[in-house]
């Protein structure tokens, strides 16, 4: 595997931890985080797609293009530098 390859799946990595975070209770930075998991009851596509563009907005060359929820899970494709890639996490 190459460095960028692992630097790729890091940043894959950190999205999720922002993503499955609990926006407000990651003490360093109470801004970490997303609302997804408080309110997976009530959560549509839209929604959905906010709260985890609102979780990775601090960063550098990410961007969340989609989310779709699937049952229990949320499939989001994710930009990285210009790379399409996919994540998932079960609400």
Do not use: W
């Not at 003490?27 to 309110?39: C, L, M």
């Not at 997976?40 to 709260?51: A, G, Q, V, W």
């Not at 979780?55 to 779709?68: F, L, W």
Request: charged share 20%; proline share 2%.
């Amino acid at each position: 595997m190459s460095n960028c390859e692992l630097s790729v799946n890091s940043v894959l990595y950190d999205c999720v931890t922002a993503l499955l975070c609990p926006r407000g209770e990651f003490y360093p930075d109470k801004n970490y985080g997303s609302h997804i998991i408080r309110n997976k009851n009530i959560i549509d596509s839209e929604r959905l797609l906010c709260y985890a563009r609102q979780a990775v907005n601090g960063m550098d060359g990410v961007y969340i293009k989609s989310a779709q929820l699937n049952n229990k899970n949320a499939v989001f494709t994710v930009m990285i530098n210009n790379e399409n890639r996919q994540v998932s996490i079960e609400i």
